[in-house]
């Protein structure tokens, strides 16, 4: 079984993106009853995510929890 990219530090954006693993509400819903192919493909999208934010935050823009 894959494990799941949650740290358990969840802290949701207004878009509904966890900012401490990168998935969604929808991700995070359906996790448990999901085949491993969509596992797999939430794991990537969520790496993506958090990358994207990390640039973000990098080029100084402030996140959610900030404000």
Do not use: N, Y
Not at 7 to 24: D, K, S, V
Not at 37 to 52: A, F, P
């Amino acid at each position: 079984m894959i494990r799941s990219p949650c740290i358990r530090m969840c802290g949701l954006t207004r878009e509904g993106i966890c900012q401490a693993c990168g998935m969604t509400v929808r991700d995070l819903r359906i996790w448990r009853s999901t085949d491993d192919q969509t596992r797999e493909k939430i794991i990537t999208e969520s790496r993506l995510r958090l990358d994207s934010m990390q640039k973000l935050r990098d080029e100084g823009f402030v996140d959610d929890r900030e404000k």
